[in-house]
């Protein structure tokens, strides 16, 4: 994955390879991080690596052609979202679940 280093968060801090690395790690740790639908969810077995300031690795387990599309649905936002409550991770024992 490339990053486009000009990249910007509505708050104006910079999109970068932290920023990635920092969503996939929570959602990662999440229960069900799409509930609408598992088939959305990463393979826990995955790897993700920092292999310069504006690019990604991600090491699948296995073949997977639904990647893409898996990535589209994984919510990448400035570090004061996780600083704050975000999608109620903290608040309600790691499901990610929100106000559900």
């Given at each position: 994955m490339w990053l486009r280093p000009r990249n910007r968060f509505q708050s104006g801090r910079p999109v970068t390879t932290g920023s990635v690395?920092?969503?996939f790690t929570e959602q990662q740790r999440w229960l069900s991080p799409h509930p609408p639908g598992t088939q959305f969810n990463v393979d826990k077995r995955t790897r993700l690596d920092v292999l310069s300031p504006h690019r990604l690795r991600f090491t699948l387990p296995e073949r997977d052609g639904a990647?893409?599309?898996k990535l589209r649905a994984m919510h990448i936002m400035d570090?004061?979202?996780w600083e704050d409550l975000g999608?109620?991770?903290?608040?309600?024992e790691s499901t990610g679940?929100?106000?559900w």
């Amino acid at each position: 994955m490339w990053l486009r280093p000009r990249n910007r968060f509505q708050s104006g801090r910079p999109v970068t390879t932290g920023s990635v690395v920092q969503a996939f790690t929570e959602q990662q740790r999440w229960l069900s991080p799409h509930p609408p639908g598992t088939q959305f969810n990463v393979d826990k077995r995955t790897r993700l690596d920092v292999l310069s300031p504006h690019r990604l690795r991600f090491t699948l387990p296995e073949r997977d052609g639904a990647l893409v599309g898996k990535l589209r649905a994984m919510h990448i936002m400035d570090a004061r979202f996780w600083e704050d409550l975000g999608f109620g991770y903290a608040r309600d024992e790691s499901t990610g679940e929100g106000h559900w």
